[in-house]
Structure formats: structure tokens, C-alpha cells
């Protein structure tokens, strides 16, 4: 048989028929046992009852013959005797009928004609007692001589028939005995026989089995480690041949898989490596420990280093910049959030220029999440930062330009106005003040314009000190003190009692407060009295500050615009000082440089509340 | 009366400063162009130097320098006055002897007020 499924059948359908057998003879042994307790009950231990009854009715007999010669009168003897000659008859027939020994017919046969000549002689004795009533001695004499004998012999006989089947009994229940051993010896031979064979096959099978299967088990270890040239060897054509032949076809179609795969990541690594060379941004990958991974030919050539010298070694070797090694080491630790911009500017000086670079690093995670390298990109900027210093220059030497005419036509229209060259009349004062009126708008729009372009372009080197949100709001009070009298402001402050300081540069943060106040006193609400609520609240690592007012408001649509450059909402009251529409702009600009960010909210007629955030000061030290 | 010596090319600015200077009771006395001033720095004694950055042949900060370093006229405040805005050159010329910075455009007022405070004192 060929398969386990056959080999398995093949020994169970054995088995069984053993057992089947074994049964079989067990029962036939039973069956065996069964007959000869039978026989023995049968043939012979009733004819050991009958012997034994033969016995009692002849010497019951014997008995009435004595009692017949004594004149013992207590029964009638000769009844009894015929009783017992009828008793033993009948006995004597039945042990006729079961006869079963050797020897048992030849003893029945002499029990017959012993009796039948003891009855004979008892009819005989039975005449002489008749006979000779007087003679006692005669009747007695042939008693002893003639009957007793006879009835002795009958006894004998009796015994030995009793003996025959008594012996035969033992001799039965000995067999019996031989035959129960036997039979138990037997069936316990087949059945550790059979069992010692079944376990041998099916130690043998299931060791097979087993072994095929951790065999199986091991290879399969093997190829999740990823060593797919595992093979079977088959042997044989049963279920476990077919187990094995199919995983070696499994394992060679992985293989195949596989280096499909390895070729396609081989493609797609060398595709994305060609992409990285090309890029004219230069590329720096690091991992664990700031180890270089990777620099493309643009870095190679932007810090005039090689990928080979420095592959796998520390970054700081390649590029002795510390800011640049900080960038990469606090982003690698994911603690990028300290850094308050993501990218660094970075000067790097060549034999005979200076070019600029914009660095921006990314940290590389895996799967779960888990920084495992940093990529950094290094952006030539040196174009933008030569264009940026281009208009920079513009616009410095353009404000310059344009500064001394205007100056020089409000040192005229001052003159004229404090009536040094001479008095004027109203209608000529009337034209003067409208000379002095734009010409100090013309003024503010040009100190504007220099500081918005100089905040943006990051140029202004803000001077940062801790001061407390009271000192701040008190020093800009003061400044505007004359303003809030005059129009009758009521200021109403809030400031957080646990905000120790905020980090500011205090001029830049005043030009804001005075802005955002003076835009409330401008766009005032007409028939209200001015009322300016100036709060400062504390947020984690941040304050945030709110000015308040219950002006006109700020139409919806406007007030994202408003923060736009040149753009001013409707007419302000005061006709002093017509804003450049650039006060928002250089607001925002200002905090933003502080970190935080300025934002609005408005309802038209309600009033308008203009809100940014600062940064906490560090430590708790306040400069004042 | 005190005398003030302006160093200034923009015509129209010397005019209207010195008329009000004159008027608010100085004696003064212009140049166009740095070696004039110097020149005028050294024979009229001023009592405080009005000095642009931005002028012909020497500029400015060389001016300032040579004023500073000159034994007759090293006493002579010197008040610069420059539509020039930035921070370094506040620094530069304030280190190469310049006593305060005064930002044009700027009011009448202001240059009164800043003059009074660094005038010289006899």
C-alpha cells in the first residue's frame, strides 16, 4: 500500500482481525469451558447422585430384611423393602440411561445381576422366614451367608459406580483447568502480541510522520528567514511525498519571487539614486549617530568633499559647521519642536566667492514611527539672497533718496508755518498746513516702507530683553499720554498676574501697542466716549495679549485684508496723521519676528479686538 | 553768540536750516563739501558741527574722523544729520567721534533740542 492512508488501514484492518480472532476463540474456549461443566453436571455428577441413592435404597433394603429377622414390628419391614426395591429400580435405571464412563456399563450390568439375584435370594429368604418361624437361626444363617454378601457387593458396585464418576469429575475439572489456563494464556499471548505489533507500526508511522513533518517545520524556518533554496527530499509517493513535493515547489516559486522583487528594489534603489545625483540641491542623508549615509554630487561640490572619503563616518568630520550639526543631530532626536525655525541660512565662503545656502532637515522614520536618519537639503540661495540684497539696496538707497527732498520741503513748510520769513495770512497758513500735511504723510510712508522691507527681509537684528507685560503697556501709555487725553481715552487693563515676563524687543513691541491704539482712536465709534481694554493672558508657553475697543468696527470682508500693505478701511478721524496703510503690515510683521502672530476680530458697530501672541521670557530674570 | 558750523550739500536744506538757525539767534556758517568744512571747522571755532554723511570728495565719516583726530577741533561736538537710516553707520560715525545722530526728515524743534544739549559750554 502506498499511502499512510493505506498503511494506517492495513494495520487497523489487522488489528482488528486479530482481535476478531481472539475473540472468536475466547468465545469458542467459553463455549469449550461451558460444555464440560455441563458434562460434568450431566454425565457424571448424576450418577454420583444416583449411586449414592442406589446405596441408601439397598441398605434401607438390607435394613428391612434385618428388621423382617428381628420381628422388629415398629413398620411394616417387607412394605418398606418393596418401597426401596421400587427406589433403587428406579435409580438403577436412571444411572442405566447416563451411562457415559468406561467401565460404568460393565458396573451397571453387575449391579443388575447382583440385584436381580438379590432379590431372588430375598423372596428365598422371605419362604425361610416363613418357614420356619420357630427356627429363627435358619432364616438368619441364610442371611449372612447368602444375602449379606449380596448386598455388600451391590454396595461395591455402587461405590465403584460412584467412584468412576467421581474420579471422572476430578479428572473433568483438571481438564477444565488445563483448558481455562490454556485459554487464558492464549488470549493474552494474541492480544500483547497484537498490541506489541500495533504499537511497533504505529511508533514507526507516527515516527515517520513526525519526522517528515519537523523535517517540513525547519525548512519552513529557514525560508521566513528569508533562504528560499530550501528543498525537500522526497521519498516515496505517499501523503508526505505530496506535502513535500508541493513545498518544493512553493519554496522554488518564492525564490523566483523574490529575486523578482530584489530586481525590482534593485531598479527602483538605482532609479531614485540617479534622481538624487541629479539634483542640483545638495543632499546629505545620515543616520544612526550622524553617520553619512549618502552625499550627492551637488553637496559634493557645494563643500568641496567626496561621498567615499566620508561614507559611514561622523557628519561633523565632513562639514565642520556646528550650527549645521546641531540642525541635523536635533532633528535626528525629534527635538526639532525646540528649534524655532525649520531651516537653517548657512554662508559658506569659497576661494573667491560667498554662497548661500538654505538647509532644511527632515528626520527619516520608520514604520512605527521611530527616527532612524535625517535627510538634509541644502538649497542654493545665493541668486535670492543676491536679488534680496539687489532690492534691499534699492530700497535703502531709494528711502535714502527720497528722504532729503522730503526733508528738506518740511524745513520750508515749517518755516513758513512759524512765520519766520515773515507773517502769513489765513489763507496762506491754510495752504501751508495742507504743504506740511502730506509732506509728513509723504514722511511716515517712507519711514514705513524702509522698516516693512527691512522686517521682512529679515535684516532688523531685534534686541531681545524679558520685560513684564505692565512694564511694556506702561512705557507705551506714556508715549501715547498726550494722545489719550486729549481724546479722552478711558484705558481699562487685565494683565495675568502670573506672567513674569514676556521677550521683546521694546522698541519694535511699543510701534505695535501704538499702532493697534491709535488705529482704536482713529476708527472710534462716533457718539461714543473711547473705551480701550488692554488684556494680557498666559497660555503655556505663550502670552497673549488683546487690545480692545468699542469703535466702528471692521467690516467682515475686510478683515483679512486689512493687514495687507497700503490698504486702510474707510476714512480714519483724525486728520493728523493719515496712515500709510502700512501700519498692520509692519505690526504683523513685527510680532512675527517675535514668533507669535496678530489676528482680528471684529463685529461692525460693536467694536473690534486685535489679538497676538509673544513668547514667554525664559528665564526669570527681568531686565528693566 | 554762538556759532554753528553746517556741512551739508543739499542747497535748499542749508537754507532753510540756517535761516532758522540765525533766527532762533546763532551766528552760522555753511560748506558744501567736507575739505570747505573742514577748513571753516578749524579758522571760525564753532560751537557744535552739523555734519551730513552723504557728501562730494570726502564723506562723511572720514570728516568726522579727521575732525576728531585734529587738535583744534576735537572739542567741537558734532551732531550728524543723514537721511541714512541703519544701524551700523549710527554705530560707525557715534565711534569715529560723532556725539548724537539726528534722522532727516526732522522738525525744527528737534534739531533746537538736540543742539541746546550738546552746545558747547565756553
Redesign the interface.
Do not use: G, H, Q, W
Given at each position: 500500500m502506498k499511502t499512510i492512508k493505506g498503511k494506517l488501514l492495513i494495520i487497523f484492518i489487522l488489528i482488528f482481525a486479530v482481535l476478531t480472532a481472539n475473540s472468536i476463540i475466547a468465545i469458542i474456549n467459553f463455549s469449550t469451558l461451558k460444555n464440560s461443566i455441563d458434562n460434568i453436571l450431566k454425565a457424571n455428577y448424576e450418577s454420583v447422585v444416583y449411586a449414592q441413592n442406589m446405596a441408601i435404597a439397598i441398605e434401607r433394603q438390607d435394613s428391612a430384611e434385618l428388621a423382617m429377622m428381628f420381628e422388629d414390628s415398629s413398620e411394616d419391614p417387607l412394605k418398606l423393602f418393596k418401597d426401596y426395591e421400587a427406589n433403587f429400580g428406579m435409580w438403577l435405571e436412571k444411572a442405566t440411561n447416563n451411562i457415559t464412563e468406561k467401565g460404568e456399563d460393565l458396573v451397571i450390568t453387575n449391579i443388575n445381576s447382583l440385584y436381580k439375584e438379590y432379590l431372588d435370594k430375598f423372596n428365598e429368604f422371605e419362604t425361610l422366614l416363613k418357614n420356619n418361624k420357630s427356627n429363627e437361626k435358619v432364616s438368619r444363617d441364610y442371611y449372612y451367608n447368602e444375602i449379606f454378601p449380596l448386598f455388600e457387593s451391590i454396595k461395591d458396585e455402587c461405590r465403584n459406580l460412584l467412584n468412576i464418576n467421581q474420579d471422572k469429575m476430578v479428572v473433568l475439572k483438571n481438564e477444565s483447568a488445563v483448558i481455562a489456563k490454556r485459554a487464558t494464556l492464549i488470549n493474552a499471548s494474541i492480544s500483547i502480541l497484537t498490541i506489541a505489533i500495533s504499537l511497533i507500526f504505529i511508533i514507526y508511522l507516527l515516527n515517520k510522520i513526525i519526522r517528515s513533518l519537523s523535517n517540513l517545520n525547519s525548512k519552513i524556518k529557514e525560508i521566513a528567514k528569508g533562504d528560499y533554496s530550501q528543498k525537500l527530499i522526497v521519498s516515496g509517493s505517499d501523503e508526505i511525498a505530496a506535502l513535500s513535493e508541493e513545498f518544493n515547489i512553493m519554496a522554488a516559486k518564492l525564490q523566483a519571487y523574490d529575486l523578482l522583487n530584489i530586481n525590482q528594489l534593485m531598479k527602483e534603489k538605482q532609479k531614485v539614486e540617479a534622481i538624487v545625483e541629479s539634483i542640483s540641491d545638495g543632499v546629505i542623508v545620515t543616520g544612526a549617530a550622524n553617520k553619512v549615509l549618502l552625499i550627492n554630487k551637488a553637496a559634493e561640490k557645494f563643500f568641496n568633499i567626496s561621498e567615499e572619503e566620508f561614507l559611514k563616518k561622523d557628519l561633523i568630520y565632513a562639514i565642520k559647521n556646528p550650527d549645521l550639526f546641531n540642525l541635523i543631530d536635533s532633528v535626528r532626536k525629534d527635538q526639532a519642536k525646540i528649534l524655532t525655525k525649520d531651516y537653517l541660512d548657512l554662508t559658506i565662503k569659497h576661494k573667491n566667492n560667498v554662497n548661500y545656502y538654505r538647509v532644511i532637515a527632515k528626520p527619516i522614520t520608520n514604520i512605527s514611527g521611530e527616527s532612524i536618519g535625517v535627510v538634509t537639503l541644502f538649497q542654493d540661495i545665493t541668486k535670492f539672497k543676491e536679488v534680496d540684497d539687489l532690492k534691499s539696496e534699492f530700497v535703502a538707497s531709494v528711502s535714502h533718496e527720497l528722504r532729503t527732498p522730503i526733508a528738506s520741503v518740511l524745513m520750508a513748510a515749517e518755516l513758513l508755518n512759524k512765520e519766520i520769513p515773515g507773517k502769513t495770512n489765513i489763507k496762506q497758513k491754510e495752504i501751508i498746513s495742507i504743504i506740511m500735511e502730506d509732506g509728513n504723510r509723504l514722511k511716515n510712508l517712507i519711514n514705513d516702507i524702509l522698516d516693512l522691507s527691512k522686517l521682512e527681509s529679515g535684516k532688523i537684528a531685534l534686541n531681545f530683553k524679558n520685560y513684564s507685560p505692565k512694564e511694556i503697556i506702561d512705557y507705551v501709555l506714556k508715549i501715547l499720554e498726550i494722545r489719550i487725553r486729549e481724546e479722552n481715552v478711558k484705558i481699562k487693563l487685565e494683565i495675568d498676574k502670573n506672567i513674569l515676563g514676556v521677550k521683546v524687543d521694546l522698541s519694535k513691541i511699543t510701534q505695535v501697542f501704538t499702532n493697534l491704539i491709535e488705529n482704536a482712536i482713529n476708527y472710534r465709534a462716533l457718539n461714543k466716549a473711547i473705551i480701550i481694554e488692554l488684556r494680557a493672558k498666559l497660555l503655556d508657553d505663550k502670552v497673549l495679549f488683546y487690545i480692545k475697543d468699542n469703535g466702528r468696527g471692521i467690516p467682515e470682508e475686510d478683515q483679512k485684508k486689512i493687514f495687507d500693505k497700503f490698504i486702510r478701511v474707510e476714512e480714519g478721524e483724525n486728520l493728523k496723521n493719515k496712515g500709510s496703510g502700512l501700519g498692520l503690515a509692519i505690526s504683523k510683521s513685527i510680532i512675527k519676528s517675535h514668533g507669535g502672530d496678530l489676528w482680528v476680530e471684529s463685529l461692525k458697530e460693536k467694536g473690534s479686538t486685535f489679538y497676538f501672541t509673544l513668547d514667554v521670557a525664559q528665564d526669570s530674570t527681568l531686565m528693566t | 553768540m554762538k556759532k554753528i558750523l553746517i556741512i551739508e550739500d543739499?542747497k535748499?536744506?542749508v537754507t532753510?536750516?540756517k535761516?532758522?538757525l540765525e533766527?532762533s539767534g546763532f551766528e552760522v556758517f555753511t560748506s558744501n563739501n567736507g575739505s570747505d568744512g573742514l577748513y571753516l571747522a578749524k579758522h571760525k571755532y564753532p560751537d557744535l558741527i552739523l555734519l551730513d554723511l552723504?557728501l562730494p570728495k570726502i564723506d562723511g565719516f572720514n570728516v568726522c574722523n579727521l575732525l576728531n583726530n585734529n587738535e583744534k577741533t576735537k572739542n567741537i561736538p558734532i551732531i550728524i544729520i543723514s537721511?541714512?537710516?541703519?544701524?551700523e553707520d549710527i554705530d560707525k560715525v557715534i565711534s569715529l567721534g560723532a556725539k548724537n545722530y539726528i534722522?532727516?526728515?526732522?522738525?525744527?524743534d528737534q534739531i533746537k533740542k538736540i543742539i541746546k544739549e550738546y552746545l558747547r559750554e565756553p
Open positions: - | 543739499e535748499n536744506i532753510s536750516l535761516m532758522f533766527y552723504v537721511a541714512r537710516t541703519s544701524k534722522i532727516k526728515p526732522f522738525s525744527m
